[in-house]
């Protein structure tokens, strides 16, 4: 089993240092993401696993960066100087997840009190 480490997207920065995307001086995340198409993923295809990232949609919402190769829920990758460890799992909180009614599909704030009409208040 693998070790599991969340970090904070500054701490990530720091420590594993992406570097700019060579291809596109205009990509997100200040010019350090790649994209899944194209020029852009066969550039990163190419580099050693350990120094890849995927950034994506978390299941339950939310967007991470996680260390390694990923396909499902992706939006693009990024590649580091610095490996991720052997046997090692790093998940990169980048947004909060929207927690969501199942009834109603309100966007729920943690802060505030949900709607007292919607039919699963009293489920």
Known sequence: MNNFIELDYDEWVATYK?????????ASFDGMMFETYG??????K??????IWMYG????GGSFIWSGWGFVNRLGYFITEVPCPPDTDIQVMVGEP???CDFCGDIL????????????INQ
């Open 109 to 120: 704030d943690e802060e505030l009190p949900h709607d007292p009409l919607c039919e699963g």
């Open 46 to 51: 190419k580099t050693d696993p350990n120094h």
């Open 57 to 60: 949609d978390g299941d339950d």
């Open 18 to 26: 992406p570097i700019p995307n060579n291809i596109d001086k205009n």
């Open 98 to 100: 929207d927690l969501t």
């Open 39 to 44: 020029d852009e993923v066969a550039f990163v």
